[in-house]
């Protein structure tokens, strides 16, 4: 069967790069990044999740990039950045930083958005002086800061340790995922996506999913699977939003309403009814409006300010 890393038709097909650029991190691994949109347009910077690559976010690029310059990274291990020996928040601060240095002038800001790991990514650089230099805003997507495995609720059990124990095991599986069958798409739509996502949703996300090395999805899991970032929030104080779908069993909307309590500039919490784990694909519209929101609130104005 094929293993296509992304589809290559409709609205998650992945649009075309105006330029593709290369940014070194602290550590010297080497990430993938895209630019779409006029050089000129406000920016934007898009941070995906664990097992994803830039793919994740087509609907995005394309919509944003007629009016935004759209800036999309493969995060290490993913999608066309190679394999790194460091797996840990700090490696995914690092590497975001890095982008936003090659990526965005001295000085100049961008809101950033980021799904899953992607949001633990902006979370995991919260404080640095790099970040502050660079960030106007934040959308935190279907993620969390802590107890990742022990409040997903990917195995039917009740809450406790053998329900903690089978979900660890279960998402750190060193097993690879093989081709994309009808099970294996019926496996992932349960796992990270509403009931009532329609196939070429589903297709998309499977398609991405499967194209992760199952190496980097392990080495990853482990990160996550120890991920506490709680004290990280306060450090993030750019106007922040959040959205969280509320049939995301791999981070249920607790953590997106845990985070709204705890940012310091939280700026709206946005909770889509019957959404998975996978919000920019299930729900391209309200993601990509909760940017479009955020840029023109704050953003705009930054960009002014700047202006002599």
């Known amino acids: 069967m094929s293993r296509l890393t992304h589809v290559i038709s409709g ?38 999740g664990w097992t994803c690559s830039t793919a994740f976010w087509a609907a995005q690029i394309r919509e944003l990039a007629t009016d935004h310059r759209v800036i999309a990274y493969d995060q290490r291990g993913h999608g066309r950045s190679p394999a790194a020996r460091a797996h840990s928040t700090t490696a995914l601060a690092d590497d975001l930083v890095a982008v936003l240095g090659a990526a965005l002038a001295p000085g100049e800001r961008a809101v950033l958005a980021g799904h899953s790991m992607g949001g633990m990514t902006i979370m995991a650089a919260a404080g640095r002086p790099e970040f502050a230099e660079h960030t106007a805003a934040a959308l935190l997507c279907s993620t969390g800061s802590s107890g990742l495995v022990a409040q997903a609720l990917v195995v039917p059990l009740r809450a406790g340790r053998a329900r903690t124990r089978i979900t660890g095991a279960v998402l750190g599986s060193r097993a690879p995922l093989g081709p994309v069958t009808p099970i294996a798409r019926t496996v992932l739509k349960y796992a990270t996506m509403g009931p009532g996502s329609a196939p070429d949703r589903v297709e998309a996300c499977a398609r991405i999913v499967h194209a992760c090395p199952s190496a980097v999805r392990h080495a990853w899991s482990e990160v996550l699977a120890g991920l506490d970032l709680d004290a990280n929030l306060a450090a993030l104080n750019v106007p ?45 519209e309200a993601v990509t409006g909760a940017v479009r929101e955020l840029t023109a609130r704050y953003l705009d104005t930054t960009q002014k300010e700047k202006t002599p």
């Not at 995301?248 to 705890?262: G, N, Y």
């Open 11 to 48: 609205p998650y097909a992945p649009p075309a790069a105006r330029r593709e650029l290369v940014a070194a991190s602290a550590d010297g691994s080497r990430l993938h990044v895209e630019v779409h949109g006029e050089e000129d347009a406000p920016a934007v910077v898009l941070a995906h």
């Open 240 to 284: 922040t939003a959040v959205i969280g779908g509320t049939s995301d069993r791999l981070t249920p909307v607790a953590h997106a309403r845990a985070l709204a309590a705890a940012l310091p500039h939280c700026v709206g919490l946005t909770e889509l009814t019957g959404m998975g784990h996978m919000t920019p694909i299930e729900a391209p």
